[in-house]
């Protein structure tokens, strides 16, 4: 009989006679649906989702005393937790240390930052703090909008008018699907998130409905058509699920069991 153990202890082996050689772990596949929701929650926020190849996470910010706090409630706020510490110093390093980039070829990630507070005090504070990362973050510079290593999207309290008006920018906007009957403004919108059952009632059991197939067939169409992406919010995590909405063409695809979604997407 084959033994259970022989394929664990000959990977555990490997690894180590790579350890022992001083070679570094080869690099996860990049995973360019892979979103890494309430991304700060895990137990250490950017690099575990950047670990397993996710090229996109997700942090809330509060605005309090002029700093941006990372937390998903009021209550969790720790003034050491900053975007800053979190996120845009630890990304700075990450592509410092890989020679510039952060994932093989032209990949980028997306850091989508959902404003809690309220978005017209909120932006120009991550303007400024954006400014001093502006060699590493998509933007407008020089008067094109150019595509850098990260692309920072805003969400929640969208502070819509002011970002869009900004010629300075190094932010898009989190757009929702109603931003689909009106493809003007995509490049400032090139996200369209939404509530999945605002629009749909599957859950992932049964046999996903012809009518509501046909509707997430219109949206992804709408918004690939418009240079746009579409992530749903408030979706199951499970492979079923997660099936349906690769097989649709949905780009962004969000999860809090990394692990699990990472091996559903490398699977092939």
Known sequence: ??????????????????????????????????????DYE??????????????NV???????DGKLLVAHDWIDLRPQRTLEALYLEPLKEQVEKNGGKLFPGDQRLTLLIDFKSDGEK???????????????????????????????????NRPIELVAND??????????????DDANGSEAMPLVSDN???????????????VERERLKTFVTKAHGQGRRLRFWGTPDTPEFWGVLQGAGVDVIGTDDLGALQRYLDRD
């Open 58 to 64: 997700e942090a809330d910010v509060y605005l309090v």
């Open 122 to 156: 909120t932006y120009p504070v991550l303007a400024a703090t954006l400014k001093k990362y502006e060699d590493l973050i998509s933007g407008m510079h020089d008067g094109k909008w150019t595509p850098r290593q990260i692309d920072v999207i805003i969400s929640g």
């Open 167 to 180: 010629k300075q920018r190094l932010a898009g906007l989190d757009g929702r699907v109603s931003d689909l």
């Open 1 to 38: 009989m084959r033994s259970t153990i022989a394929l664990p202890c000959i990977f555990v082996l490997s690894l180590a006679t790579s350890l022992c050689r001083g070679e570094a772990p080869a690099p996860p596949r990049p995973l360019p649906q892979a979103h890494s929701h309430n």
């Open 42 to 55: 895990h137990d250490r926020p950017l690099l575990d989702a950047l670990d397993r190849g996710f090229c």
């Open 196 to 210: 999945w059952s605002s629009h749909f009632k599957w859950r992932g059991e049964g046999d996903f409905p012809a």
